[in-house]
């Protein structure tokens, strides 16, 4: 299982042309067999074909190591949990957009924005906020953007902190979407064009040409549109394309740049609303979204990755990106209330009315992360060794819109602030009003910023793996992260800095040939304010307390122990794992009462998430592959300056969720399968605090009920160069709903039964 035990073959063919260094890993092959004929294997036709398609995979469903390159051993034999979902999986479930790819799997959930925050996807693995953990070939990718899958090679989940990869925040983990990149191996081409139900068209191609025998070039390109199945009007229109270069002067240095482009337009909806009364989310409702309404997410970014082999043991590694994106969105919400008793159409009637959610944010950043690989000998042992510094600098200018309304309001409502002029979709006999896209005729014009983030972080690490027998193998990394952070909104400027001090010990034991034992510790640590969205209030990852306050406050502190197993089964084609594990956060920073205020308490919360996880991914025979994961947690306030929220459990958390991908091949013309996901009911709250709760009831106040969802596929291979796909989402046409906001003022649904069908021309 270790890498000491790895045949050459097609693994490293498959490496090079992963990484575009082709040149120099074919020479270092080939001299390495003519040295060791013995453990030399001459990848077949087939193995050859397998991985000018699909890269560094041994399986249709499973790589065998990870895309960031200062993970050195295998997945097998890593002492974490990672989950790796291959190109190939992310097409044939039908799912494009990267929040609905993770929405499926276990131990990650969903989350709503704070005022219906419409910026872009929201993310909770194990049970901890992981918005700002989301990274693109191991760099932040901050911003909460709109991310498409057209230019991805893969998506790996790490479960548990992991903070010395990824810097401040990762509590629960951290997701990195690995880009498709150029390489000079072969020249490639493949157009996929689907149509579907829903008005869904969508276009990718994707073209890599090898320009000299030392450089290559590749276009990937999509666009796309549908309406959100299920929801006529509610719209998705995607344009993008990512350009990749490569260039390798020697066979010892190369240079990959991309440029990346996505230009998200849709028309959003919020969904549903909790019906406190009934307990339950209210169905069937309809599409009531403005005709004025939009969601934008632009983003542009520019890679560039520099290798060097410095000598036979010691490497040099680069990458840096600026980027750049805007998002900027006005959406309309509805909630159940009843007519004020002073409404001349129908005093104390139960009506829906709607509310407008709105907001801007333009973000602009540079980062670098210099790796130093370094494979040495000393005290006995053969050493790993990872050196790496990384700066990043980002700027973050939130605001709002200013908003008008042309057309008059048709309801008196009551709330808290006193009567209210709404609009009101119910009619004074209890039916739906005429035009009701166009009932409150939106204006707008964008405001100025209100909140002005900025945050310049310098990081230090250092790895380390090693056989400390020829059973045990140790992984040690540290990393120290120094910020400064700066926040200026309309009324006071919050100025402070830190060092994020973090560490992980992870051991691997074999335990037979084909599996292992490992134990891992590893922490994490959250900054006052850390989510770049929200300014000085309090909840959801916002600023608490005064800039005095502020600059005092303590990190959160989390620490994470792990205890597993990873084996590869059936002749080494699929691996399995499980493992037990306990999160623990402190110090946490806690709204109190009002979440808009600065208004709360620092380093007065702590909680924990603890739990088992099992998953395998693989090929179980030549024609029957499968990607399954499962997590049963629970989670428990242990400390609150609330003494009512020790003891309940956290919000946006699901404590059983399970995912399974299934593809059976009977013969070289035809595959089909599907998928099946189910998560277990959530309650709504805000980040890192007890999920609301009724004393006088016993109950959750707002519940995101249990649900599952099942999704099938068939393609048939008509030739070597022509694919027919056809997908059927939610099979069963379930109607159900992925996140609440903390008051159940809206809830988002998921898509109802869509069909599509896809060509796929290779050339």
């Not at 134990?519 to 850390?530: E, H, K, L, P, V």
């Amino acid at each position: 299982m270790k890498n000491t035990r790895l045949t050459m073959g097609a693994q490293t063919i498959a490496a090079a042309l992963a990484f575009g260094n082709t040149a120099a890993f074919a020479q270092e092959e080939h001299t390495q067999c003519e040295e060791n004929t013995a453990e030399c294997h001459v990848p077949s036709d087939e193995a050859i074909e397998l991985i000018r398609i699909h890269g560094v995979q041994q399986s249709i469903y499973r790589y065998d190591k990870s895309g960031d390159p200062r993970r050195l051993a295998d997945l097998v034999d890593t002492p974490q949990t990672i989950s790796v979902l291959t190109q190939d999986q992310i097409q044939e479930s039908g799912k494009t957009d990267l929040k609905d790819i993770l929405a499926a799997q276990a131990g990650v959930t969903l989350g709503t924005g704070e005022n219906g925050n419409a910026f872009g996807d929201r993310y909770i693995i194990r049970g901890h906020e992981a918005r700002s953990d989301v990274f693109v070939d191991g760099l932040r990718d901050p911003g909460m953007t709109t991310r498409e899958s057209f230019a991805t090679e893969r998506v790996e989940i790490t479960k548990g902190p992991s903070a010395t990869f990824a810097g401040r925040g990762s509590s629960g983990g951290a997701v990195n979407s690995i880009t498709k990149k150029a390489s000079t191996s072969y020249d490639f081409g493949r157009v996929d064009a689907a149509i579907g139900t829903d008005e869904h068209t969508r276009l990718t191609v994707d073209l890599n040409k090898t320009l000299t025998e030392n450089s290559g070039i590749r276009i990937n390109a999509l666009t796309a549109s549908e309406d959100k199945p299920g929801r006529e009007g509610i719209e998705r229109n995607r344009d993008g394309i990512q350009l990749s270069y490569v260039n390798q002067p020697t066979d010892r240095l190369s240079f990959t740049g991309d440029i990346y482009y996505l230009n998200a337009k849709d028309k959003p909806d919020l969904g549903s609303y909790y019906d406190r009364d009934a307990g339950e989310p209210l169905e069937d409702i309809p599409v009531y979204a403005q005709d004025e309404d939009f969601l934008n997410s632009e983003v542009t970014t520019f890679t560039l990755r520099t290798e060097y082999d410095i000598s036979d043991s010691v490497r040099f590694y680069n990458a840096t990106r600026v980027g750049k994106t805007q998002n900027e969105y006005v959406t309309t919400g509805m909630s159940g209330t009843t007519r004020d008793a002073t409404d001349p159409d129908a005093p104390g009637a139960s009506t829906l009315r709607l509310s407008n959610h709105q907001g801007w944010q333009d973000v602009d950043y540079v980062t670098t992360q210099f790796n130093l690989f370094w494979d040495t000998q000393f005290a006995g042992f053969a050493h790993q060794l990872v050196f790496g510094f990384e700066y990043t600098q980002e700027s973050v200018d939130n605001g709002v819109f200013n908003m008008g309304y042309t057309n008059d309001t048709n309801c008196l409502t009551a709330g808290r602030r006193g009567v209210s002029e709404n609009y009101c979709i119910i009619d004074a006999n209890g039916g739906l009003v005429d035009n009701i896209n166009r009932i409150m005729g939106k204006t707008y014009t964008r405001g100025n910023v209100d909140a002005r983030f900025d945050i310049e972080t310098y990081s230090l690490y250092a790895m380390d793996t090693f056989e400390l027998t020829d059973a045990l193998d140790v992984f040690f990394g540290v990393r120290v992260d120094s910020y400064d952070y700066t926040n200026q909104t309309t009324t006071e400027r919050f100025d402070f800095s830190d060092e994020l001090y973090n560490g992980h010990l992870g051991l691997v034991y074999e335990v037979a040939e084909n599996g292992n034992l490992y134990a891992s510790y590893s922490t994490a640590t959250n900054i006052n304010g850390g989510e770049s969205d929200l300014g000085a209030n309090c909840g959801y990852g916002g600023l608490c307390g005064t800039p005095e306050q502020a600059a005092q406050a303590d990190p959160e502190q989390v620490e994470n122990i792990e205890i597993g197993t990873k084996w590869m089964l059936f002749d080494e084609k699929l691996m399995a794992n499980a493992a037990i594990f306990r999160i623990t956060k402190s110090d946490v920073h806690e709204s109190v009462g009002d979440a808009y205020s600065t208004l709360g308490t620092l380093n007065t919360g702590e909680n924990r998430v603890e739990g088992i996880e099992f998953g395998v991914s693989g090929d179980i025979t030549d024609k029957f592959s499968v990607q399954a994961s499962a997590a049963i947690m629970d989670s428990e306030v242990l400390a609150s300056y609330d003494a009512d929220n020790v003891g309940l459990a956290l919000s946006n958390f699901a404590d059983k969720s399970f995912y399974l991908q299934m593809r059976y091949q009977p013969n070289e013309k035809f595959a089909f399968g599907g998928d099946y996901s189910y998560q277990s009911e959530m309650y709504g709250g805000q980040p890192d605090t007890a999920a609301g709760y009724n004393a006088d009831s016993g109950q959750y106040s707002i519940v995101v009920p249990h649900y599952q969802v099942i999704n099938l596929f068939a393609n048939y291979y008509h030739s070597e160069s022509l694919t027919f796909r056809v997908n059927i989402g939610n099979a069963l046409d379930e109607e159900y709903w992925t996140a609440a906001y903390r008051s159940g003022a809206f809830m988002y649904i998921g898509d109802g039964r869509n069909v599509t069908g896809t060509i796929n021309y290779e050339f």
